[in-house]
């Protein structure tokens, strides 16, 4: 097989990254909203897993503007897991605009990607500790 340079990341693990100007809020945000914990640290570091995928919370003096999906997490049972973080504290936004209207928090999103095998989607939109824009969605077949 012959490589070509436009393949050099084809192969690569993708792996987030999200900035936290403090830390230890994060770390308790993640844990006692979300029930994830670290399953590593370095100084400045948090490492999570979720489902043999890694993403990174890292101290940072800068902030992402919260005006974009940074990460989503796809569930099969996108209401139990919204009603789930709801009583945990974890405040969902209400989106209307052109296209994308949430109903208690859920959007109904029309088309998918082809490859993915569905039809549709359903997302809801949280923000972390540090206003980190998180979203949730669930493939409809």
């Known amino acids: 097989m012959t490589s070509h340079a436009d393949d050099v990341l084809s192969r690569a693990r993708v792996a987030t990254r999200l900035p936290a100007r403090d830390l230890d809020r994060a770390r308790r945000f993640y844990a006692e909203k979300l029930g994830l914990y670290p399953v590593d640290e ?3 570091g948090l490492l999570y897993r979720c489902a043999g995928v890694d993403f990174v919370v890292f101290r940072s003096t800068g902030a992402s503007p ?12 996108i209401e139990g897991v919204v009603t789930e973080l709801r009583r945990r504290g974890v405040v969902f936004e209400e989106v209307d605009v052109p296209g994308l209207r949430t109903r208690e928090g859920i959007a109904d999103i029309e088309g998918n990607y082809p490859s993915k ?5 359903r997302g809801a939109w949280f923000r972390d500790s540090e206003g980190n824009l998180l979203g949730i969605g669930q493939l409809i077949l």
């Open 42 to 44: 370095r100084p400045g």
């Open 66 to 77: 919260g005006t974009f999906t940074q990460m989503a997490f796809e569930v099969d049972d």
């Open 117 to 121: 095998g569905a039809r549709a989607e």
